[in-house]
């Protein structure tokens, strides 16, 4: 009999795939990262419990095209520092992704809220563009110019915060205990540049991220990074908590509860 490939692998196959996934080269991404101060209240209002707000009120938005080989992918985020007890770090809100690739092994492993996308860095010289999109909707543009070099950073060591959740079989809740995970990423920077430019946000009932205004622009940079990361749950949270924040992960909060006809399976 031909094989069936929906049959279960052997285990020899699911070592060889996780070999090969563990000897993949530095990817590196070219991208722009802006950072801003926003209004104190709005970040307090986003942060799931047990995340609280850290001393400065800080909105990051990343925007990147990566050279994975032969699979471009475009990959952006917008995240507002937090901290979970002694740990700072950042809670991203969404994290538009090009591929449906890239979104499966981050939502159901590490709990991200990956959402596909249009994702777009663009350069002309000195003049850089970029943008995430959802639905038709620019909802963050930094534009500008390079306006010098920066030294790279030394390597660093970051962390964001994610839930990790399953809705409820049944219409309500989680199916168990939804867990704040903390992914704890390596990153090395071997090109930095500064931009002048600005930041717009505009409005979107998907993406509501001018709910979180730009009060001062702190910095825009240009630049090439690799990173690895790990995860590792950190506590099991309260459902009771977190549900009223599950509407973040998704643009109908209906949909969780979307499945086919019935008859149709």
Known sequence: MARVRYGARTEAESAAARAAAAKLPDI??????????????????????????TGRPLV????????????PLGAGSVSVAAAHGAVEGWYPLVMPMTHERALIGG??????????????????????????????????EVRGAV???LPPPEPAEKTDFYFKFLPGVEGSGFDA??????????????????ITGDVVLRESMYDPVADLPVRRLVEITLGEKTSDQRGR?????????LLPYVHQ?????AQILDGPPEGSV
């Open 28 to 53: 590196w991404s070219t991208g722009v990262v802006a950072l801003w101060e926003t209004d104190p209240d709005a970040v307090a209002a986003v942060l799931p419990p047990p995340l609280k707000p």
């Open 60 to 71: 990051r938005v990343t925007i990147s095209k990566v050279d994975l080989p032969g699979y």
């Open 107 to 140: 939502r159901e492993v590490f709990g991200e809220p990956k959402k596909l996308g249009e994702v777009v860095v663009e350069r002309d010289g000195l003049v850089v563009g970029a943008r995430l999109a959802r639905h038709g909707i620019a909802f963050v």
């Open 147 to 149: 306006s010098g070099p």
């Open 177 to 194: 205990d939804p867990v704040l995970v903390h992914c704890v990423r390596n990153e090395k920077v071997r090109k930095l540049e500064r």
């Open 233 to 241: 749950v950190a506590e099991r949270v309260s459902a009771e908590a």
């Open 249 to 253: 992960r998704y643009d109908d909060p």
